[in-house]
Structures are given as structure tokens and as C-alpha cells.
């Protein structure tokens, strides 16, 4: 947490800082550079700058890096005491319980059950970081041209719109594709165990089609989850790409009207670009989160 808060304020200080280092080039020092420019002398002060926002850039990738370090190790550790747990238990269950159930599906259970657990609660710790980091850009925007912001928000608003549809529909999807991830898994260690009466029978045609048939339900299952998830994609682009166009537009109305300065706008567009990155993200464990869902 600490580290996803440094990572947040370093892009704060980011978009702060091409505002202060574009104005000391194109316009009156401001900021950070109007400090440094009446103390170091202009030239001075935009390599210092542009020196503060190169460390600021540093620290934010490093802090990104622990953060998705410690929380993969502490993720994974949780994710392996509980698969203690449920090997534990299932060698505790009477012979009749695996009578009854198909060895796929235990298998499952064992293998990737546990591992899509730590993932779904991965998935919602990793949404918070991603919407703080977005809220963060939107803070900036707000602080540098809120008229800016209220005329971009909503056209990127468009493209999180269908995201509980996307949502619904991957969910759904999941349930399938698990449904016939379980048969091929226990289709295959059935052919595996009875190999003897399969060669006896002279039916290995007849198995192959079968498995064959089972992959690729399987394997139509997975195409199609892939779908709903490129098509949030192109609906978050498409919406990030028009709130540009829309900062461009309105952005260059206000500079010609005295109320905003190159600088800022520059500093802005970067700040609403930036937003769509935590949202893409947030998307994508969103939608993973579902996929993993059982």
C-alpha cells in the first residue's frame, strides 16, 4: 500500500512538473521553475527540471516495480497454504467421496481452483490501486483546468459504460469454459488410465473424435471470453482517444480566449491520456477477476 501510494503521488508530481518545465521554455516560469529560475537563473532551472522530473520518473517506476513484487510474493504465499489446505483435506476424505466425483474436476480444484482464488483477490486489490492512480491524473487535471476535465469526463465515461454488460458476459462465459476445461481434463485421464481396453477395442478413432470434439468446445470457449475483453478494450481506447480530441478542441478555444496557457494544456492532455491506463487496467483485472470466477 505504501508503495502504490508513492507510485500515485509520483504521477502527480509528473504532470506538475511538465507544466513547470514547459512553461520555463515557452512562457513565464512558473511553479517549481519560477522558484528555481529566481535563484539559478532560467537555464539553470529547466535542466534542474527537467532533472527533478527524470528522478520523479525513477522513483515512480521503482515504487511500481515493489509494489507488483510484494503483492505477487504475498499473494502467492496465501495461494499456497491454501492448496496445503485443500490437499490436506481431501486426503482426509473417505474412499466413497472420490467414488463419486470425476477426477478432473479434483484435479481442478487442486491445480487452478486455488490459483484463481488468489487471483480474483488480487484482482479487486489491484482495481483500488488503478482507480486511486486514475482519480489521482483526474485531480491534476482538475487542479490545472477543471473546465478541461468536466468536458473529458464524460466522453470517458462512454467507454466504461457497457463494462457491467462486459462483465456479465464474461462471467458467463467463465462458467462454461470451466465446465468443459473439467471434461477434457478428465476425458484425457480417462484415456490415459484405460489406454489397455482402448487398444483392445481397437477404439482409438472413436476417442480421438471425442477428445478432439471436447478440445475444442473448450478451446471456442476461450476465443470467445477473448472477445468480450478486446471489445472493452477498444470501447476504453476509442473513449480515451475522443476525451484528447476533446481536451485539444475546447483546450485551444480557451488558450485563444486568455484562459489557459500552452504549458497547462500540454500538462492536462498528458494527465487524460494517463487516465486511461489505471482504467485499462482496472478493466482488465475486472474482467479477469470474472474469467477466474467459479
Known sequence: AAMSLLRIATTVAAVVLIRDFLASVLSTPSGVAATLTSSVGQSNALLLVAALLLVVFLVGALAAYGAQVVMQRLSRLVELDLMETVITHLLRLPVAFFDQRHRGDLIESVRQDVSKTRAVASSFIECAIFGAQAAAYAAAALWLSPRLLLFSLPVLALGAAPTQWLVRQMRRRSRQTRRHGYRLTDLLLQLV???????????????????????????????????????????????GSLSVVTVVVVGGFEILAGRLSVPSLVAVLVAIRAILGPLNNAFGRLVDSQGNRW
Open 193 to 239: 488410465q484405460g489406454i489397455r481396453v482402448v487398444k483392445i477395442y481397437a477404439g482409438e478413432e472413436l476417442e480421438t473424435r471425442n477428445s478432439i470434439a471436447t478440445a475444442r468446445r473448450y478451446f471456442e470457449q476461450l476465443v470467445s471470453a477473448t472477445r468480450v475483453k478486446a471489445l472493452g478494450d477498444v470501447g476504453l481506447e476509442t473513449s
